[in-house]
């Protein structure tokens, strides 16, 4: 049987390929990444230096700190978001995750910028209401971790999932090939630990306490399985769409 090759861009160091790393193992997937933050930022990446989109089976998109806006100073963006529309462009299945939705909705012509308020920590998310039978479920009330100042606006053709009072959009599906959250259903125990470390650093933080920091880094771990959950069966939900899609 052909393995399932799944290729990751992961933008910062601190922001890995989290909780999902173990489960697609399991499936006996072959996993490979692009380490955009490997690259001095003014480089500019020629498109061939990534992976053919043939390649690949599943494209998983992480966070960053940087904003999808911010070609001027990371030149790569550019590069990077041709190669999703390149990838999106055959139906293939991808799931990005709070920089990586938003990348996918900025390829797309969306618009992202400054959320209303800064978000960090644990929130409720909720499930949209009167979202269509085959569309993605999502619990309809859950906590995920969140860490991001900027959001995205609806791509076209986007169906909106998820929402709470902080911020309008949490998360969208298109067709039933591509999910997107705002939010990061794949952190876990260890990651957490990293974002703390170096938040200190990090200009969204600088508000802060270090009271705050230090809770979130107590995290139980019972607060991680919720988000890791939704993120193995999101894996599953566009896999399975794909699968569908060969045997037509």
């Given at each position: 049987?052909?393995k ?25 997937a ?13 480089v ?31 030149a ?45 920590g ?15 479920k ?45 939010f ?40 991680f ?24």
């Open positions: 049987m052909k399932l090759r799944v290729h990751y861009f992961q933008h910062i160091a601190q922001e890995g390929f989290g909780s999902c790393y173990a489960y697609l193992k399991a499936m006996g072959e996993i490979t990444a692009t380490e955009f933050f490997a690259l001095p930022p003014d500019c990446l020629e498109i061939d230096a990534l992976p053919s989109v043939d390649q690949v089976d599943l494209l998983i998109i992480m966070g960053g700190k940087m904003s999808v806006n911010d070609e001027s100073n990371y790569w963006l550019k590069v990077e978001k041709r190669w999703i529309r390149r990838y999106l462009a055959t139906e293939k299945a991808a799931i990005g995750l709070c920089l990586g939705g938003q990348l996918i909705a900025n390829a797309l012509g969306a618009i992202v910028e400054k959320n209303r308020k800064v978000e960090l644990w929130t409720k998310v909720y499930t949209t209401q009167q979202v269509p039978e085959l569309c993605f999502l619990p309809a009330e859950f906590e995920v971790m969140q860490w991001h100042e900027e959001t995205f606006s609806l791509p076209k053709g986007a169906i909106k999932l998820a929402e709470n009072s902080a911020c309008t959009n949490q998360a969208y599906q298109i067709g039933q090939h591509v999910l997107a959250f705002q990061h259903p794949e952190i876990t125990k260890d990651a957490i630990k990293l974002f703390v470390e170096q938040s200190l650093d990090e200009a969204i933080t600088v508000d802060v306490s270090s009271h705050f920091l230090s809770d979130l880094d107590q995290s139980n771990a019972d607060k399985i919720q988000g890791n959950q939704i993120l193995k069966s999101a894996i599953d939900y566009v896999l399975a769409a794909q699968r569908r899609q060969l045997l037509v």
